[in-house]
């Protein structure tokens, strides 16, 4: 596993689309605009045809997490969609690292993160219309957050409108629960949507 990649705090995500967006990858940069991974959805022909007919919130999905090499970092994947159905996070051997769970509270998303062991290391909670998000550990201390402040500042490279930024506080030294939280946090957007 790249140990590079998950010892960033900043991380700028930015959606691209190939083919008359029919394929869609996202771009990582870090915060000196280096791209440092991708995020890919990886399907077969027969899941990319049934996405055309019936609502992608139905379909299992896989995203895979990349270094800029190509090497695989972690992956997210839910099989088909049930009522209360897992979101599972494994690192780049296939051994599962931990899970997710959405719940909706006041009307508001929250993504639950756990270990493998389903223990809550961390909470995404927050704002989807306003693209405002808090990462807290299970006492509730901050511990990161997601929102789009960036695109101000990137609007002139970045041409997509997907686009958003997770950012770690400086002393969130965890690395072992910082994998599964931030896999979590990158791809809350495809998450959200699903």
């Given at each position: 596993m790249n140990t590079d990649f998950f010892n960033a705090n900043s991380?700028?995500?930015d959606q691209k689309h190939l083919f008359f967006k029919f394929y869609k990858y996202h771009q990582i940069y870090n915060e000196k605009?280096?791209?440092?991974?991708?995020?890919?959805?990886?399907?077969?022909?027969?899941?990319?045809?049934?996405?055309?007919?019936?609502?992608?919130?139905?379909?299992?999905?896989?995203?895979?997490?990349?270094?800029?090499?190509?090497?695989?970092?972690?992956?997210?994947?839910?099989?088909?969609f049930f009522f209360k159905s897992k979101i599972i996070i494994q690192d780049s051997k296939g051994k599962q690292i931990g899970s997710i769970k959405r719940k909706f509270i006041s009307f508001k998303p929250v993504l639950r993160i756990l270990?493998?062991?389903?223990?809550?290391?961390?909470?995404?909670s927050g704002d989807?219309?306003?693209w405002n998000f808090v990462i807290s550990d299970p006492s509730h201390n901050q511990i990161g957050s997601i929102d789009k402040n960036w695109i101000i500042a990137m609007k002139e490279?970045?041409?997509?409108?997907?686009?958003?930024?997770?950012?770690?506080?400086?002393?969130?030294?965890?690395?072992?629960?910082?994998?599964?939280?931030?896999?979590s946090a990158i791809i809350i957007y495809m998450v959200m949507k699903k």
């Open positions: 991380y700028f995500i605009r280096e791209c440092i991974g991708l995020i890919k959805q990886r399907s077969t022909f027969r899941q990319t045809i049934l996405r055309s007919v019936f609502s992608e919130n139905l379909l299992p999905f896989i995203f895979e997490i990349r270094s800029c090499n190509g090497a695989l970092l972690t992956s997210i994947s839910r099989r088909w270990n493998a062991s389903d223990e809550v290391i961390a909470e995404i989807l219309e306003n490279l970045f041409g997509s409108t997907d686009k958003y930024n997770v950012i770690f506080e400086e002393d969130y030294i965890d690395k072992k629960k910082k994998i599964a939280i931030l896999s």
